[in-house]
């Protein structure tokens, strides 16, 4: 069905320069309304049918949500002492336990969109503290690369993306 990657086996390239930060912030902020737009015209079965017992276009959307607590993790580990950045859990149990399906559609936009202006609050306010915080770099634990919170804010955008356009063909 799809040629899209498998997230896993997607490689980074992490030589932004800080300058991007900006340019991310948007792209960021943006993701609520592209991901209402994407199911705006999905009827609700539609969005909870699964293909080949893979997740529907509907927990697709509540795993962009579910995540969201770990890229704010990530973002005040920036500010933190920790040397490495908050562990994901790759089983991506909190998704498959969420039943996200029963849930009205609606529901999960609305709480995705207030999860993520708190992320772009948290980072408005790192951004003002200090130009180390974005330039520090913190192990990420899956790649075992260094990451700067530029770095980090692309690696989020794109996870942002991947999930969008699996929701777009499955509803499509």
């Known amino acids: 069905m799809s040629r899209l990657p498998q997230w896993f086996e997607r ?3 992490f030589t932004f320069p800080l300058e991007l930060y900006p340019n991310l912030m ?10 209402e ?10 969005l909870v049918r699964k293909h080949q017992g ?32 908050t562990t994901a859990d790759l089983t991506n149990r909190k998704t498959h336990e969420a039943n996200h ?9 609305a709480e995705f969109r207030m999860a993520r202006v708190q992320l772009l609050t948290t980072l408005e306010g790192a951004e003002t503290k200090s130009s ?17 919170l530029v770095d980090h804010l692309f690696f989020v955008a ?6 969008l356009a699996w929701i777009w063909e499955l509803i499509h």
């Open 11 to 13: 490689k980074f390239n």
């Open 26 to 35: 948007i792209r960021l902020r943006g993701t609520p309304a592209r991901l």
């Open 37 to 46: 737009e994407v199911v705006r015209d999905g009827a609700p079965e539609t």
């Open 54 to 85: 893979k997740w529907s276009a509907q927990e697709h959307a509540g795993h962009l949500l579910d995540l969201e607590t770990l890229w704010l993790a990530r973002v005040q580990d920036f500010s933190g002492s920790r040397t490495e950045l």
């Open 101 to 109: 399906n029963a849930r009205a559609i609606q529901q999960i936009l």
């Open 132 to 148: 180390s915080v974005l330039s520090r770099s913190l192990l990420h634990p899956r790649l075992k690369e260094p990451m700067r």
């Open 158 to 163: 794109e996870h942002d993306d991947h999930h």
